[in-house]
Nanobody, 128 residues
């Protein structure tokens, strides 16, 4: 059974940093693309970043230069370092694991199962 457990969320002031972690089990983590989605209050999930098995990363335009995704295959963990946080970064952050080596959606309803497995999310609140 695939399990993804996020941690590291919290409440911070604008300009501060947070580091999210997602520990995975139940599948071949090292060979899997991983990613993070962001769900603003009342909205769909937006793709923040993905990291492939070879370590190559893709970022959404709104986080380029501020967020960094990384992975530790020995620990089955993917990270999202978030610097220069803004109030619009607030929301729930979900870790996702690729299921079928297919396309990932830049915007989708959260927990969509036809391309990824999802964690339960971690809340990030950024105050101005």
């Amino acid at each position: 059974e695939v399990q993804l457990v996020e941690s590291g969320g919290g409440s911070v002031q604008a300009g501060e940093s947070l580091r999210l972690s997602c520990t995975a089990s139940g599948f071949a983590f090292a060979g899997s693309k991983m990613g993070w989605y962001h769900q603003p209050p009342g909205d769909e999930c937006e793709l923040v970043s993905t990291i492939s098995s070879d370590g190559s990363a893709v970022y959404g335009e709104s986080v380029k230069g501020r967020f960094t995704i990384s992975r530790d295959n020995a620990e089955n963990t993917v990270y999202l370092q978030m610097n220069g946080l803004k109030p619009e970064d607030s929301g729930v952050y979900y870790c996702a694991a690729d299921r079928f080596r297919g396309v990932w959606y830049w915007s989708t309803w959260c927990f969509r199962p036809d391309f990824a497995s999802w964690g339960q999310g971690t809340q990030v609140t950024v105050s101005s």
